[in-house]
């Protein structure tokens, strides 16, 4: 399914108000189009921008359907300060700040390598429980944002026009629709879900306790991707951006295929269906003493940069995944070592 292609900006850039800073914001602002590279296991768009002197390359990552974007930036202007863990980042014109964490790494030609935490585009509901994920709002919510503005955490803050996204995370709707093709499931279906798998939690876990080092899962690395059938069976297991060794994946999987259940995905007459999950090991061992585990997969809809979880490091980038793209060449960050 690798397919890269050149992806028009749909709308003129739109300045905006900067939150106040300590100084003023460096201004990174378009030097070419989005141009999208689509693989078997994400979708990714990806553009370079310019302050007049240097270059940096902004991506926005996403692996299912969903309201999660991840954003990964590469290059130069933008530099945390040292044994900084978050970043402040506001959506402009007008969204609301908060802090994000992120991780940080280098490139093995020497460019600095930055992975934000997920973020979620659309504002919540004024009252009750957030809704199913809504590609209708999701998208009226990216045709007004412009940009971001990041401050506390940078040596400077730094200032990104992007110019509307609603043409990007239109993309990124339709590519991750072909995903599910490829994996197999009925992306019709999926665009009329009524819920979808929930893991079905016991005392013990799917892993057993220590089986996986969480050190080496950061950065959203080493993602376990489960096929569930209408009857909440696991069909299939992928390990997407692995950091552990092979044999350590293998057992997961083969562990997730006999242990694991789900509550199955409901179509839109509430009727049960296959569907994809998508997570950390970590949420596939025994219980964590606080809570946290089950915040992971129920993120807060705020029209703010929202994490999915504890810091992770740096998610690993496809061999060559910006190559071709008009972006700024680099190479990937190495793999951590099991």
Known sequence: MKR?????????????PAAQAQDAP????????WTADYGDDYCRLIRTFTDGTREMSLALERLQPGGLVRLIVVGEGMRPFRGADQITAQFLPSGTSAKLGYARAETTDGKSFV????VILTAPPAAGPPPMYSREREQEAARGITGFLLTEGLISPVRVETGSLG??????QACADDLLTVWGLDADKHKTMTAGPILNFTP??????????????GGGANQVRLLIGADGKVTACTI?????NQSLNDRICSLARKRASFQ??????GQPMASVWIGSPMVLGPPVGGGWRAALWTPE??????????????PIVPDNAFAGSGAAAFSPPSPATP
Request: proline share 14%; net charge positive.
């Open 4 to 16: 890269i292609h050149s992806l028009i900006a749909a709308a003129a850039i739109v300045a905006a």
């Open 26 to 33: 460096i201004v990174f602002r378009p030097s070419g189009n």
């Open 115 to 118: 992975s934000f935490d997920p």
């Open 167 to 172: 043409a990007a995370v239109g993309a990124l």
């Open 204 to 217: 013990s876990g799917v892993l057993p306790q220590g089986m996986v080092p969480f050190s080496k899962l």
């Open 240 to 244: 997407y951006t692995p950091s552990l």
């Open 264 to 269: 199955p995905a409901k179509d839109a007459g």
């Open 301 to 314: 809809q705020r029209q703010v940069p929202t994490p999915d979880g504890p810091p992770f490091a740096h």
